[in-house]
Structure formats: C-alpha cells, structure tokens
C-alpha cells in the first residue's frame, strides 16, 4: 500500500450502483401470479480503492463504459458513491451537505470533456470566471477581482480584453484554455481532468497538455487525469490506474506499466495504440465483446475475455496485490506466476 | 505561454452582435415575419394610445347619446362622418370601442401570460432541476390540470363567482378575475416546456461545473440555467397571449368576461351578436376581424420563432 | 487508367456573407487496391472531400471547379439514375457513426437484403445468403442470428462491422472509410482497421480511409495526403510522410504527438488553430502558424513542388528543391 501521509485524496472500497428501472411504478411486476418489485442496477463501479499522492498526476485509463468517469465524478462529490469512502486530506467528504463541502471546493476542482458544453453559453468568459472568484472570496474588492481574473487569463493564454465574448466566439481549444482558467481562478490543489483533450485536434491536444503541466509546475496542482488515450499517459502520467468494467486492475507507475505491463488486460490495451514505428508487436486480440455492467461476471470481471483465465478466475474475484517494484495487479494469474 | 496568433475580430457592439445574429437575418428575409411583426407593432401602439387616438371616450357616459345608436360605418349610405366605423347598440363609436377593447384585450392576454409564465417557471425549473419525487408530484399536478379544458375551468370558476358575490361586484373585479383564471389554468404548458429544456441542460458540464464550484441550488437554477431555457419561453409566449386572448374573447362572448361597460373585444362582439340579423353587422364584424387579426399575426410570430430559435425543442 | 481521378476539384458553400471555398485544387488519383489515407484535423474539409467524390455534397454546398473520373467516366455528367449505379453498387461509404447508416426500425437482415434486391436482381432467399456470407466475413460471431437482431441489440464495434458488411456488400471497387473507428475504443479500433486491411487485400478493394490519427494511417495505408484548411499540403507514400515529413504543418503534427516527446517534458506544439474557412489568410493557410515562415508566404500560394516520391505544397520546400538543382548543375 501506499504510504497513506503524503496522500491527498483517499479512495477506500468505493462502489457506485445506478438503477436502470425507472420509477417506483415502472419498477413493479407481475411475475407467477404475485406482484413483485425488481430493480436492475448498472455496476459502475465495484469496489475502487486508490490513493492521489500530493503532486503526482495520476491517470485512470480504460474503455468507454469503465467506470472511469464516475469514479472523477464521485470524487467530485458530483455523484454519491452506493457504499466506501472519499477522503481528502484525511478528511471524510463524501458524506457532507453542499454547505459543509464548500471549503473543499475551492481546494478541489474540474476540467470537463466537452468545451463546447462546459462553458454557459449566456455568460461572457469574463462573467464566468468572475463569478467562482467572487463566490468563494467576497472580500475581493472590485479591483483585485480584476486582476486576479487577469492573471488566471494571463496565465491559461487568453488575453484579458476577450473578457466580454461568449464563448461561442472561440475556437474548441480557446474555449478549453478558459475552462481551466476556471478551474485555476479558485487557486485549488487538486483537479480532477476528465478526458480533457479528447475532443481537441491533435496540435491543439499537445498546446492543453502544455498548458496543464505548466499549470502544475507553477502552481504545484495535483491530478487526477482521466483519459482513454494511453499515449496521452505515457506523456502525461506519474502513475497509472487501469480500469476494467469498475474494477481496477493495474496501479503502477507510468515507467513500468508501459516497460512491463503485468495484467493481461494491460498488454491487450497497450498493444492496439496505433504506432507510427513499424516494429509494433501484433495486437493481442480478445475474445468476445465487454461485457454489460449490468449482469456482472463472476470472478475476475475479465475472465470471458482472458487468454490465460482458469477456473479460479472465474470464481474467486481477484484482490489488488502489490509487487516488487511498488505496482498493484489484480490477477490470480500474476499471483501464481503463470503470466 | 500567451498564444498571441489566435486572431479575432474587433469587439463588436451589442447591436452589431444582433444584427450578424442568425434571428436578425431570418426575419430580414422572412415577409411574413415582417407583416405579422408590423401589425402587432401596430396594435400595440393603438393600444397602448388609445386615450389619446380614439375620437371619444367608451367609458364616459356623457360622451354617449342612446340616439346614435346603430349607426353604420361612414362609407354606409346611412353613415355618419362622425363615427367611422358606425356605433353600437348604446350609441358609442365604435373606432373609440375597439380601440379601448383591443387595450383590454392585450392588458388581460400579456397579464395572464405573464402569471402562467412566473408559475410554470417556477414550477417547471424545479420539477426539472431537482428531479425524483418533486419532479413527478409536479408533473402529475400538471396533468390533471391539463386534463380539465381551460374553458371548463374558467367558465366554473367565474359563474360561481358571479353566483356567490353578486354582479356588481363580479364586474369590477372582470379583469383581474379573468386574468387569474386564465393565468392558472395554462402555467402546465410552460412548466412541461421549461422542464424539458432544463433536463436537457441539466446533463450539460456547464451545470457541473457550478456544481463544482459549489454554487447553491437556487443559484444555479435562475442564474446559470434559466438563460439557457429563454429561447423555448419567448416561443411559448407569443402563442399563449394570442391563446389567452382566444380564451378571454370567448369568456366574454359567454357573458363571462368583461362587462359591457368596459368591453373588450369578446364582448364586443357578444353584444352586436344580438343585432346581426336586424342588419348592424358592424357591431359584430368589425371587433371580430380586428381579433382575428391580432391572434393571426401572434400565431406567425410565434411559429417563426420556432422555427428560428430551435426547430427542436418545441414542437406542437 | 486510374480507377478513381480527382481532377483539381474545388468545392464552395455559398453562405450569407459570400460563397467559401471548403476545398481547393484536389487532385489525386486512385488504383485499384491502392488504399489511402487523408489526413487532417477538423475543419481541414477531409469529411467534404469523402462526400464530394459520391457527389454527396448538399446545399449549400456545391463542386464548382474541377472533375471525380471514375474510370474515366465524369461523376458530375451522370444522370441521377447512373449516379446511383455507383453509389454503393461500385463505390460505397463508411461513416463515423454507424447510426447513421443503419435503419434502427428494420434488422439487420431487412436492410441487407434491401440493399441487394435494390442493385441486383435476384431471389430474396439468395440475398439473405450473400448477407450471411458477408457477415462471416466481418467475422461476427453468430451470424444467423444477428440477421433477425435490430441496430440498437449490438454493441458500437459489432454496429460498425455490420456496417463494413454492408459497405461489402455489392463488391464494390472502392471504400470511402470516413473516421469509420474514432468512436470506438482502443481494442475494438484495432480490431477493426485489421480487419478492414485484410477485406481490401482479399478483395482487391481500394480505400479511401478519412481519419485525423496519424498512428491509424500509417498502419493501414500505402499512400497518404495531409489537408490543411481545404488544400492537400502532402501528399505521397505513407512511410515516407511519416519517417520524414517535409511540410512544416505535418512535421508539427507528428511532433505534436504524446509519443515523439520525452515523458515529462513539454509537448512540440503548434502555436494557434487553424483558421476557420471564411478566415483563411492570404498567401500559404498555413503561415501565421508556421516557424519557418518567409515574406513569399505571406502573399503567394505555394504550388506542389515534387520532392522525390512526394508532392509538397512549400514555398520552403520549393526553394531547397531550386537550391539542389542549381547545386547540381554546378
């Protein structure tokens, strides 16, 4: 485990469980002549423990419908786990009112995907950047509003006398650079970035990623970085967490996932990047499609698809375990020594 | 690290921003548009000029000689180049009435919708922005107020009135009688419409992130989502003045709407009704036209707004 | 004779405040088999590119300049009837989001049957059979059944293998791929270029392959064109754009990559964003963004200048290319 002092954000056993069913009414059935209630849940995710160190960025990859973006949104109090912890500084916070969560908010903040959705489109960029600044400082007087509001333009490349433009009048990387501006005007120490740049072109993905290790140097941020992109980690990542269908399977550092990627799901990953270098080894081809969250397997949630699964994978589900080298693999096979 | 080679154009002025903006140029190409909108400019300017524009005053009895009465329009044979279009069954030129009705008319229809549209804000941003169970009482309130005709409503509502507190008194308090009813009986269509727009902008990141920021609830309501929801409204609007004059012309006509001696145009046209078949068509025919007209041009402003604000969220 | 030739093709929007040139002097050829990729970011008009070669373009868009040949038969001469002929019959269309393609209220079966009996006559058993072989060949599992499944029963990869059997389905001669895997995952993307690289070789199918990641064209195609704001700044075999890229605007897109930076430190960026079409500077599109950036630039449009196996569209490039010569001469 990780030395738990120099960790900023804790997550402990996290789980997180949608309904599907609808209302109370919908939820009712007529099934062997007797009314009964059933309800169908999306697993999203199943039991996440991880630790965000003071100055690391860490990312969580995986593929569409892994849960990654629900654990950033739970961390962000946005979603209320179903059960486990969130702790920031030691500090439970996932449990606490709106009221009682504001001091945290201008400690922790977010990047959204979609920068053309993520900006209010009735509020000029200067309205919006002011109002977080004002929300959570109002002994600002109108001068230092200003300059502070300056500043974070100055600091994110947006000129200041765009301030009275609508955010429809920028370009998707413009439009990016304010979202995290946003983010920056509060002086937080922790952004959780979810999918930043993939709705960004490609010369536009390498001015944001700048822009944001800028920002970490200068303002000693720590990350949380959800991506899909494993070039993008590669880059960008202290550590990596892989996720798989809510489960987490890898937690290593950025240098060993990518030299010795342990978990078969991990290998699988990593070789279908598209390369530009022609000596890519073959792609290792899963069997079998992900499957829904709804009805999880049993077992390692990855045995269907596994090259190497057994019979214990498909029962006993496997726990996170540490290595040598300071990585975590959950996989019965890494623990036996058979991969 | 300024990134100085993204290049924009100079500031532009508010009007200026208005006048590139897509509304701007579809109505400048839009002639229906152009009419409706020049028309109902017109009726307004009459309305809101009525004491100063009509010839006499409807409401001043000593301006009425019951020896006028039934006069046809100027260009009639038996016209009189006093009253332009005729005078009715009491003798009041009719010009001067329609004027002050059409006054009544618009002050009850742009009232009322202004109540429907305080409620079904109100209503509608909660329902929609909190969700689960308010959401659902809301919504089923709203059905079941639907699911009663306006007109039955109304026509209840204000014949019990009148049973229970008398005429008299009935007739002084017609207008704000009227817009009450009307107002309470049509807040579900904007409260479904508000609704709608905000589940589709609540799922937005904006939202989340005034979350985020650990914005309260309320402020995020009214100040980050309400803007977004304006467009849908302004639609809604237009259409439900003209529905809401309908509505009031027809309590009217019914005897329930306005007194006869502060007429609006329902009740204008109710009380020539009794004389079209002994000849004075005016008395009915001309309100008539003037409120058709009205609801008419309403009805095309609203349907191109529609059409330019967003073809999507409103349709029907 | 080439089987596909884009002849200085240019396509405009007429739009309210003047017509916009979305695409500028295209020319390319296309041999049967051969499989190229066109590269570029958004806006770039790769997508306008890929419809405008079916004459797909819609108001306001429109080709005023220029000619598609397909063997070499003028695309823009043909009567509606003809035209349709070869939309899906010899050329067929692959887009980003299988949704678009696919009927959500008919099976998967009804809608290849469909497609069959609108371009062939034949038997509606025998359809359903050719259907069925298509779906092999996509490598479905369970083939018979999905025939009776709707659209919305199957995951995004399985909708869009579904939709590469519908684009086999008449054996044409030529696939427009247009971003066929940017909304899939990673795993699922692989599989599917892999899959779409060994249905061409087999059967001899040109690709026409659409797509902004580098990584994706160079492992599928032989031949490559980069666009930048409606032009095609290089264009020329794939490994040689990649191992030396000479247009300053793809050598930034390369170095722009994750990949080709050392982990930790800054990324290569481009400065700025391309312009958008009503915008576009005078001169090369490229110069307010480029670094090595000449006076000539700023005002004359660089020509394609030939650079071995390549066609590069620089007046940089052009220039080097004089010096050599004259080197030469000496």
Redesign the interface.
């Known amino acids: 485990m990780t030395d738990t002092n120099n960790s900023l954000v804790q997550i402990r056993d996290l789980y997180k469980r949608f309904s599907i069913s609808g ?1 109370f009414l919908d939820q009712i059935k007529f099934r062997g002549g007797k009314l009964v209630r059933e309800q169908e849940h999306v697993h999203a995710i199943n039991g996440v423990s991880l630790d965000v160190i003071q100055g690391e960025a860490l990312c969580v990859v995986g ?2 419908g892994c849960g990654k973006s629900t654990v950033a ?1 739970t961390v ?3 979603l209320k786990p179903s059960a486990g912890e969130v702790s920031y500084r030691g500090e439970r916070i996932d449990n606490l009112d ?1 009221k009682a ?2 001091p945290y ?2 400690k ?3 990047i ?3 920068p053309y ?7 000029t960029i200067m309205e919006t950047l002011r ?2 600044v004002q ?2 400082n109002p002994s600002l007087s109108a001068v230092e509003l200003r300059d502070k509001i300056h500043e974070v333009m ?1 600091s994110v ?3 200041p ?2 301030g ?2 609508y955010p429809h ?1 920028f ?1 998707g ?2 439009r990016q ?1 304010i ?1 995290i501006a ?1 983010a920056l005007a ?1 002086d937080p120490e922790f952004i959780v970035a979810d999918e930043p740049i993939s709705a960004l ?7 944001v ?3 944001m ?2 920002a970490q140097e200068s303002r000693n941020l720590t990350y949380l970085f959800i991506t ?1 992109d ?3 980690v ?3 990542g202290t550590r990596v967490a892989v996720m798989y269908l809510g489960t987490l399977c890898e937690l290593a550092s ?2 060993n996932l990518f030299a010795e990627p342990r978990h078969p799901y991990t290998r ?2 990593l ?6 270098e ?1 000596d ?1 080894p073959d ?1 290792i ?2 069997q ?3 499957p829904t969250p709804v009805n999880l397997p049993s077992g390692c949630v990855f045995h269907g698809r596994c090259p190497h699964a057994n019979e214990r994978c498909k029962q006993e589900i496997p726990a996170l375990i540490p290595l040598a080298d300071g990585s975590q693999v959950a996989c019965h096979g890494v623990e036996e020594g058979r991969i | 690290m300024s990134d100085t080679s993204f290049q924009m154009d100079p500031q532009p002025s508010a009007w200026q921003r208005f006048k590139d903006s897509h509304f701007f140029h579809s109505f400048k190409i839009d002639r229906v548009a152009q009419l409706s909108f020049l028309i109902f400019i017109t009726y307004v300017i009459l309305a809101l000029g009525a004491p100063l524009l009509s010839p006499y005053d409807p409401y001043d009895l000593s301006q009425v000689d019951i020896l006028d009465s039934e006069i046809p329009p100027s260009w009639e044979e038996e016209g009189d180049e006093r009253f332009y279009l005729g005078t009715d069954a009491q003798g009041r030129d009719m010009l001067s009435t329609i004027l002050y009705g059409t006054r009544v008319s618009l002050t009850i229809g742009i009232c009322a919708v202004l109540l429907q549209a305080f409620l079904g804000i109100v209503i509608g941003l909660t329902a929609g922005y909190v969700g689960g169970r308010v959401d659902s009482l809301l919504m089923r309130f709203a059905d079941i107020q639907l699911s009663f005709s306006t007109m039955m409503v109304a026509i209840i509502v204000l014949a019990v009135f009148q049973a229970t507190f008398g005429t008299e008194l009935y007739q002084d308090l017609a207008m704000i009688m009227l817009i009450l009813v009307i107002g309470i009986a049509e807040w579900p269509q904007y409260a479904r419409t508000i609704r709608a727009s905000v589940l589709a902008e609540k799922k937005k990141e904006y939202v989340d992130a005034a979350r985020v920021m650990g914005f309260g609830r309320l402020r995020i309501m009214f100040r980050h989502i309400l803007p977004n929801t304006l467009s849908p409204i302004l639609v809604i609007s237009t259409v439900q003045v003209a529905n809401a004059i309908i509505s009031e012309a027809s309590l009217s006509f019914l005897g329930l709407g306005m007194p006869v001696s502060q007429p609006s145009l329902g009740s204008l046209i109710s009380s020539g009704f009794e004389y079209i078949f002994s000849g004075s068509w005016w008395i009915t025919v001309i309100p008539g036209v003037v409120l058709v007209v009205l609801v008419l041009v309403m009805n095309l402003l609203g349907d191109w707004m529609r059409d330019v604000l967003n073809p999507k969220l409103y349709k029907g | 004779m080439a089987l596909l030739e884009v002849k200085d093709l240019e396509v405009c929007f007429g739009l309210r405040s003047g017509a916009v040139k979305a695409l500028r002097e295209i020319n390319f050829s296309l041999e049967r088999g051969e499989r190229l990729g066109i590269v570029g970011e958004s806006g770039a008009g790769k997508s306008v590119l890929g419809f405008s070669i079916l004459n797909l373009i819609s108001r306001p868009g429109y080709i005023s300049k220029g000619a598609v040949n397909f063997e070499g038969q003028n695309l823009a001469d043909l009567k509606p009837h003809q035209l349709r002929e070869i939309r899906g019959n010899r050329i067929s269309m692959i887009f980003q989001d299988p949704m678009m393609t696919l009927n959500p209220v008919l099976t998967i079966g009804q809608q290849m049957v469909e497609c069959l009996l609108a371009h062939r006559k034949m038997r509606e058993s025998d359809a359903r059979k050719i259907a069925l072989q298509k779906l092999q060949q996509v490598q479905i599992p369970s083939p018979e059944t999905r025939l009776d499944q709707y659209p919305h029963e199957l995951s995004g990869g399985m909708r869009q293998r579904i939709v590469i059997a519908i684009g086999l389905l008449l054996d044409p001669d030529v696939i427009i791929a247009d971003e066929p895997t940017t909304a899939l995952d990673v795993t699922i993307q692989a599989e599917i270029m892999d899959l779409m690289l060994n249905l061409c070789e087999q059967n001899n199918v040109a690709l026409i392959l659409i797509t902004h990641d580098l990584g994706v064209v160079s492992e599928v195609t032989q031949n490559m064109m980069v666009m930048y704001a409606g032009r095609v700044i290089e264009r020329g075999p794939t490994k040689e754009i990649i191992n030396d890229p000479q247009h300053p605007y793809t050598q930034g897109l390369m170095n722009a990559l994750p990949q080709m930076a050392q982990a930790g430190q800054k990324l290569n960026q481009i400065k700025g964003a391309m312009p958008p079409l009503q915008r576009i500077p005078t001169g090369c599109a490229f110069n307010p963004r480029c670094e090595y950036v000449m006076e000539i630039c700023r005002h004359n449009l660089p020509d394609s200048t030939v650079s071995g196996n390549c066609r590069v569209a620089c007046h940089m490039v052009a220039e080097m290319k004089r010096e050599q010569a004259m080197g030469d001469e000496v």
Do not use: C, Y
């Open positions: 209302d593929e569409s949104r962000m109090g946005l709106d969560l504001l908010r201008k922790m903040q977010m959204f995907q979609n959705a993520s900006l209010n489109p009735r509020m109002e977080p929300f959570h100055h490349g947006v000129d006398s765009w009275e433009r009048e370009s990387g413009q650079r979202s946003r509060v072109d490609v010369s536009i993905q390498a001015q990623l700048n822009l290790m800028d899909h494993l070039a993008v590669e880059h960008f950025t240098k699988a990953l070789s279908a990047i598209p390369r530009l022609d890519r792609f081809r899963l079998g499609e992900v």
